[in-house]
């Protein structure tokens, strides 16, 4: 029997110099880097975690500090190695790590010099990687400095924790590291953007201040919950639970407030600046650390009316593999068994949304709420007419001779088949909040009312029937005030008949 020859073997070990450059170009943004590295400190126990910038001076520098377990010298040198740990190994609960990558390439994406200075059992310990050092060494060579004394942030660092130190951050100039003015108002516009991201991301941390606390330049971040869990106007689905490889998946429904349920800044602040056409959809989290959010994973489309829906789904770290989990931790792909699953879902709180919206339109098209406008489907095609039977026109044109009513409803008619269907499209697909019926002036409004009051008093409905019912249409709604001023006006003066 013939033998196989012995393999032959050939070093294969990276340039540093290369390969750690390599590292800078995952894909890292400034929010998702310093979001790694909170990870981090999550991970580590942390329950205060400060994020300190100084932009201002010759050698600006990020700091990030936590009050977490802190680390021994060995254990330090381990997690400043590049991939310090297997992905496939089996990780606490808490443990919002994923490749051992993320330090180092969090990091290095931003900054050319990266400190980690870390406390535990009283004693402190340092290293530094520095990409211009490895440029000139070539070598996998972290360095130990002996006296960190003057390093940024290390008065911050207490008895326990450790501290993260960006410096050299020419990735965050914009190529303006000769002009400390413009380099400054750079980075702290990036900074003050990558606010509202650790806001979203760690809400469920920062949700309950004894868990975790972060600051930013000594200002306590705010949750900013997605959901809008603490307004009542929410809807909510009960939880589903999907078993998958041992583990599960949670999955909740949400559908949000109409916008006048809301505050204005409160409607703004969870659309964020794509708004909330961009921002419906799935919101994945592992750990309770947000991953992923506003896409519905190619399973459909993004629209209007679906626009208030919002799915949270809940995994382990256990599933990293299963959702395709990046480096970064900011993108993921869906398992097909839950694929199946959340066509399902889609189906139900995409109507959910739909009947929010829907449902205070329909109340303008209510035959019994004396609608202005008169909403009709015919060859599948909708259209908006003025209803002519309302009161405010019906009366009025039954004031006037027969010419001059005749005239009066063509210039109604007229009107209705100028409705700039087109404009309103395209403001209802951008900006819907802003649209807003018009005011009418006082004489028109005591019209209105009058015309209004008459024939449902003539219906022999009851006052608080009326006043329910006028409540919930245009122009009466908008200028409520008025309304009821006009009609205790007219009712007082019958009753002294």
Not at 152 to 157: A, K, Y
Not at 222 to 233: E, G, I, K, R
Not at 362 to 389: E, F, S
């Amino acid at each position: 029997m013939k033998q196989k020859k012995a393999s032959r073997h050939a070093d294969a070990t990276p340039h540093a110099a290369a390969l750690i450059e390599g590292l800078r170009d995952i894909g890292y943004s400034l929010e998702t880097a310093i979001s790694d590295i909170i990870d981090n400190s999550i991970t580590a126990g942390a329950r205060q975690i400060r994020i300190i910038t100084e932009t201002s001076v010759d050698e600006p520098f990020i700091a990030v500090v936590d009050d977490g377990s802190g680390m021994t010298e060995d254990e330090l040198v381990a997690a400043m190695r590049p991939g310090s740990r297997n992905p496939l190994s089996p990780r606490d609960a808490p443990d919002l790590g994923r490749f051992g990558l993320g330090l180092k390439s969090a990091s290095f994406s931003q900054c050319r010099r990266l400190t980690v200075v870390s406390r535990k059992v009283g004693k402190t310990s340092a290293a530094i990687w520095d990409l211009d050092d490895v440029a000139i060494r070539n070598e996998w060579m972290v360095q130990l400095p002996d006296d960190i004394s003057g390093s940024p942030g290390i008065d911050e660092l207490g008895n326990t924790g450790t501290l993260v130190l960006w410096q050299k951050l020419d990735r965050l100039t914009g190529g303006m590291s000769h002009n400390a003015v413009k380099r400054a108002e750079i980075i702290n516009r990036r900074i003050a953007e990558a606010e509202r991201h650790l806001r979203l991301v760690f809400h469920r941390f920062i949700e309950t201040p004894k868990r975790l606390s972060i600051e930013l330049n000594g200002r306590q971040l705010l949750p900013l919950d997605p959901f809008a869990t603490s307004n009542p106007a929410t809807i909510s689905d009960p939880e589903e639970v999907l078993s998958l490889n041992g583990s599960e998946v949670k999955i909740k429904s949400f559908t949000l407030p109409h916008h006048r349920q809301m505050s204005t800044t409160d409607w703004e602040d969870i659309a964020g600046p794509e708004g909330h056409l961009k921002s419906q959809g799935f919101y994945l989290y592992r750990g309770e650390r947000l991953i992923l959010h506003g896409t519905w994973f190619g399973l459909c489309r993004q629209s209007e009316l679906s626009k208030l829906s919002r799915v949270r789904i809940d995994i382990p770290n256990s599933m990293d593999a299963d959702w395709k989990i990046d480096v970064k931790k900011s993108s993921a792909q869906l398992p097909p068994v839950v694929r199946d699953r959340l066509r399902n879902v889609i189906e139900r709180i995409q109507n959910g949304s739909k009947r929010t919206y829907l449902k205070r339109g329909q109340k303008m098209v209510d035959n019994k709420r004396l609608p202005m406008w008169n909403r009709i489907l015919a060859d599948d095609k909708i259209h908006y007419k003025p209803n002519i039977d309302h009161p405010a026109f019906s009366a009025f044109a039954d004031s006037l001779p027969p010419d001059l009513r005749r005239g009066f409803l063509n210039c109604i008619a007229l009107v209705g088949a100028s409705l700039p269907v087109e404009a309103l499209h395209a403001d209802m697909a951008g900006t819907p909040e802003q649209i807003v019926p018009d005011s009418v002036d006082e004489d028109t409004l005591d019209q209105a009312v009058k015309a209004t009051l008459s024939v449902l008093l003539g219906a022999n409905k009851d006052i608080n029937e009326i006043m329910a019912l006028m409540k919930d249409v245009d122009p009466f709604r908008s200028a409520w005030d008025g309304t009821q001023r006009i009609i205790a006006a007219t009712i007082g003066s019958k009753e002294k008949k």
